[in-house]
T-cell receptor, first 110, second 113 residues
Framework: DAKTTQPNSMESNEEEPVHLPCNHS???????IHWYRQLPSQGPEYVIH???SNVNNRMASLAIAEDRKSSTLILHRATLRDAAVYYC???????????FGGGTRLMVKP | ETGVTQSPTHLIKTRGQQVTLRCSSQ?????VSWYQQALGQGPQFIFQ???????GRGNFPPRFSGLQFPNYSSELNVNALELDDSALYLC????????????FGDGTRLSIL
């Protein structure tokens, strides 16, 4: 099963950090971990991806556990525009298939 | 840089009909993937086209077929439409079918009556 496990929903206060967890206990050694988010009435938007090392970009940070069975997406200061469904995805080595689970709906309170 | 565009944005069909959805990939991208997203669920992978050849397929029946053109735009065709085919159909483009990010369009909302 190529799916991941995420909480159905999370809540955060504006301007506070948010840690979105993801379990992928059956991940293979060559699978990448991708995070996408989907705002209402829009297609998914790429956030970040990694293989083994922690990754940072202008949107977020990705912390990957040493055994690679879990990862955490970190939004350093949540804004109202970050309210979305966040998907943690295992991407096979060929890169030809993203297997989405149910995602985490993030709600940001002002 | 032109992003991924899909047409039409909305479409209504009846059971048994056929439909063609279109996607223009982002400039410089040679790979197009199609996904089906039912209401309240995550997108499900249908198939991917890389340089005009099918490069992977999800668990969808043969009545879902696709095409990629030399300019890397793509079509998704669905024959013998069923009520369960009502969904948002998303197209995503990327470079070289690799593990690089996929860039999604905003989808075509298909309703089957």
């Amino acid at each position: 099963d190529a799916k991941t496990t995420q909480p159905n929903s999370m809540e955060s206060n504006e301007e506070e950090p948010v840690h979105l967890p993801c379990n992928h206990s059956t991940i293979s050694g060559t699978d990448y971990i991708h995070w996408y988010r989907q705002l209402p009435s829009q297609g998914p938007e790429y956030v970040i991806h990694g293989l083994t090392s922690n990754v940072n970009n202008r949107m977020a940070s990705l912390a990957i556990a040493e055994d690679r069975k879990s990862s955490t997406l970190i939004l350093h200061r949540a804004t109202l525009r970050d309210a979305a469904v966040y998907y943690c995805i295992r991407c096979n080595n060929a890169g030809n298939m993203l297997t989405f689970g149910g995602g985490t709906r993030l709600m940001v309170k002002p | 840089e032109t992003g991924v565009t899909q047409s039409p944005t909305h479409l209504i069909k009846t059971r048994g009909q056929q439909v063609t959805l279109r996607c223009s990939s982002q400039s410089g991208h040679n790979t197009v993937s199609w996904y089906q997203q039912a209401l309240g669920q995550g997108p499900q992978f249908i198939f991917q086209y890389y340089r005009e050849e099918e490069n992977g397929r999800g668990n969808f029946p043969p009545r879902f077929s696709g095409l990629q053109f030399p300019n890397y735009s793509s079509e998704l065709n669905v024959n013998a439409l069923e009520l369960d085919d009502s969904a948002l159909y998303l197209c995503a483009s990327s470079l070289d079918g690799s593990t690089q990010p996929q860039h999604f369009g905003d989808g075509t909302r298909l309703s089957i009556l």
